[in-house]
């Protein structure tokens, strides 16, 4: 049972940088059966996928690859998430999930995390 935790600051200021981190437990990050994605949700909005990386390389959702950096620590099997000059309509809530593939439709991701509430504001 892979499992998935979501951590980083509740509060960012506009025009800052947002890290974000996703341990997993209950699998590995180096396989070849999952994309481990970042996908978030703003309020009143759907799902928007913001990337993903799988067998080490990584994909961006167009809109945002100009701001978006994702990358993996093999030793401590987590995921990284890094977005730059955020902005209001940045706020959302960030999930970590992990799927063998990458879209908007929940259904697509075998498991999810928690998620992590990211507001920028200042």
């Known amino acids: 049972q892979v499992q998935l935790q979501e951590s980083g600051p509740g509060l960012v200021k506009p025009s800052q940088t947002l890290s974000l981190t996703c341990t997993i437990s209950g699998g590995s990050v180096t396989t070849n059966y999952y994309y481990w994605s970042w996908i978030r949700q703003s309020p009143g909005k759907g799902l928007e996928w913001v990337g993903a990386?799988?067998?080490?390389?990584?994909y961006y959702n167009p809109s945002l690859k100009s701001r978006t950096s994702i990358s993996r620590d093999n030793g401590v099997n987590t995921v990284y998430l890094r977005m730059n000059s955020l902005k209001p309509e940045d706020t959302a809530v960030y999930y970590c999930?992990?799927?063998?593939?990458?879209?908007?439709?929940?259904?697509?991701?075998?498991?999810w995390g928690q998620g992590a509430q990211v507001t920028v504001s200042s």
């Open positions: 999930a992990a799927g063998q593939a990458v879209g908007v439709e929940a259904a697509e991701y075998d498991y």
């Open positions: 990386i799988y067998s080490g390389s990584t």
